[in-house]
């Protein structure tokens, strides 16, 4: 008796799965027709996605560009240890330039909300790309 229960037990959970599994499939397929459904006047609710053309590029990169003024304002108010690690990696950015070969460089950056991690890196980004076009244009 206990085995048949078990069975029917089994039988139903796998059941809920493929209702599931089932719906859920179906969502996405009416979802994908709903989308690509040429309807002018669902295109006034829902303004249509502009598919992108795959590019050969894994992610696109967003272009970060700053004034001279907004990074000597950042510059100006990194704390010490910022300070001692950006020109740490500035140091290496030099090496660099001069010698191709050198070892690559590994930071690890951390601390909670707040300490300027992201303050730091828009100063690492600007210094680094200052650097590397230099040699670019010489």
Known sequence: ??????????????????D??????KNRID?????????PEFELIHKKKK????????????????????????LESMSEEQQHVFYRVREWCTKRLRNPG???IRVFITGGAGT????????????A????SRKKNT
């Open 102 to 104: 050198i070892e690559p």
């Open 129 to 132: 790309t200052k650097f590397f």
């Open 20 to 25: 599931v599994v089932a719906t859920t499939e």
């Open 51 to 74: 598919k992108k053309k795959k590019s050969n590029n894994i992610i696109d990169l967003k272009q970060s560009c700053y004034s001279s003024n907004e990074i000597r304002s950042l």
């Open 1 to 18: 008796m206990e085995s048949i229960f078990n069975e029917l037990a089994t039988q139903s959970k796998e059941d809920d799965w493929a």
């Open 31 to 39: 979802q994908n027709e709903i989308e690509n459904e040429e309807n």
């Open 116 to 127: 300027g991690k992201i303050h730091l890196l828009k100063c690492l980004h600007y210094e």
